[in-house]
């Protein structure tokens, strides 16, 4: 059974800084592409940053400079450090694991980063 399971949201002042985890499991966790998608109330779900299984990444406008995307294959988890954080910021973020095939797609149940100004 696969599991994706995000962790480290919270309430963080503006100019913080967070670190969110994902950890998967189920799957060959060094074959997939780990994604982190940002979903903000009435809006659409936005891919934040991304990380291949050869550590490519690929990063938002929005948050190029500012959060950095990384993976522990050893210990099949994904990162997210937010730095410089801002209430636009302010979003349930989520952890997707895409392999290579169209079925190879697994999503976490969020996790919510709320940034106060």
């Known amino acids: 059974q696969v599991q994706v399971v995000e962790s480290g949201g919270g309430l963080v002042p503006s100019g913080g800084s967070l670190r969110l985890s994902c950890a998967a499991s189920?799957?060959?966790?060094?074959?997939?592409?780990m994604n982190w998608y940002r979903q903000a109330p009435g809006k659409q779900r936005d891919l934040v940053a991304s990380?291949?299984?050869?550590?490519?990444?690929n990063y938002a406008d929005s948050v190029k400079g500012r959060f950095t995307i990384s993976r522990d294959n050893a210990k099949e988890t994904a990162y997210l450090q937010m730095t410089s954080l801002n209430p636009e910021d302010t979003a349930v973020y989520y952890c997707?694991?895409?392999?290579?095939?169209?079925?190879?797609?697994?999503w976490g149940q969020g996790t919510q980063v709320t940034v106060s100004s």
């Open positions: 997707n694991a895409r392999g290579f095939a169209q079925a190879l797609d697994f």
């Open positions: 189920g799957i060959i966790f060094r074959m997939y592409t």
């Open positions: 990380i291949t299984s050869d550590n490519m990444t």
